[in-house]
C-alpha cells in the first residue's frame, strides 16, 4: 500500500522543494518507486532541479483536468530510476486541491510514496481539502516569523483532523544576530512533533540534480527512513553540523 506525503510551508524560503528532492532520493536509493507532484503553480521547479525540464509536456492540471494521463505527463528522472515527477502549471491559477486529492488517491497504490510539493503559505481552509489520511509535513527554517505562521498553520490544521510533523529546514546554531537558535523554542512554537532537523548546506544552492550528499543529505535520508517506519534516532546538533 502506498503512502503519500504532503509537505508544506507558512512562508517562502522554507527550502521545501529541496526536502521533496531529498525524500525523493533517498526512497528511491532504497529501491521504492516514489511519485513527485509539483502542487506549486506558477512556480514549475521540480523539473528544473532534477534536470528534466527539457522533457516537460503536460503539467498536473493538464492530468487533473483530462488532458493527459500519468503515463504522459510524469517523466522519469534518468539519474534515479525509481522516481517519475508531474510538473507544475506555469499558470498561477490555484489548483483545485480536491480534484489533485481524488486523483492521487487513485493512484497511489502504484507507487511507494507520492511525495506531493505544496505552494508555500496555503492556509488550513486549502489544505483541508486534500484527504487527511495523507502524512503532512511542515518544513520551516528558524526564522521567528516563519515559526509563529507554522504555529498558526498547525492549529487551523488540528481542526481538521490533520496533525503536521515537523522538519526544521537550512538549521544554524546561531540566526543572524547572533543569538543561539533554540530547537525546543521552534518545536514549541510551531506546535507539531519534530521529524528531523536538517542544517544549512550551502554545496547544495544552486544544485541541478538529485540531492546525494553532504550533511543535509545525510539528514534528510535519516528523515526518510523515519517516514518509512525505521528506527533512526535524532543524532545531537553538533554531530550535524
Known amino acids: 500500500m502506498g503512502k503519500t506525503v504532503v509537505l508544506i510551508s507558512s512562508k517562502g524560503g522554507s527550502g521545501k522543494s529541496t526536502v521533496a528532492v531529498g525524500l525523493a532520493t533517498a526512497f528511491s536509493n532504497e529501491g521504492k518507486s516514489v511519485l513527485l507532484i509539483d502542487a506549486d503553480e506558477g512556480a514549475r521547479c521540480l523539473d528544473s532541479m532534477l534536470s528534466i525540464d527539457g522533457d516537460t509536456v503536460f503539467d498536473i492540471r493538464d492530468v487533473l483536468n483530462g488532458d493527459a494521463d500519468i503515463s504522459t505527463a510524469a517523466i522519469n528522472v534518468p539519474q534515479l530510476p525509481h522516481v517519475s515527477v508531474i510538473p507544475s502549471p506555469l499558470s498561477a491559477e490555484p489548483l483545485e486541491l480536491e480534484k489533485l486529492g481524488q486523483f492521487v488517491k487513485t493512484i497511489e497504490d502504484d507507487f511507494d510514496y507520492v511525495i506531493i510539493d505544496t505552494k508555500g503559505q496555503l492556509p488550513a481552509e ?96 535519516r528523515i526518510a527512513s523515519r517516514i518509512d517506519g525505521k528506527e533512526c534516532h535524532l543524532p545531537k546538533i553538533k554531530d550535524i553540523l
Open 126 to 221: 486549502r489544505l483541508k481539502a486534500l484527504p487527511n489520511t495523507f502524512s503532512f509535513i511542515s518544513v520551516v527554517s528558524t526564522d521567528s516569523i516563519a515559526v509563529r505562521n507554522t504555529g498558526v498553520l498547525t492549529a487551523g490544521l488540528k481542526q481538521y483532523g490533520i496533525a503536521p510533523r515537523l522538519i526544521i529546514n537550512r538549521f544554524k546554531k546561531k540566526d543572524s544576530n547572533g543569538k543561539a537558535v533554540n530547537i525546543d523554542g521552534i518545536i514549541d512554537l510551531a506546535s507539531a512533533r519534530l521529524l528531523g532537523v536538517v542544517p544549512e548546506d550551502k554545496r547544495i544552492t544552486g544544485v541541478r540534480g538529485p540531492l546525494l550528499s553532504g550533511i543535509a543529505a545525510a539528514a534528510v535520508f
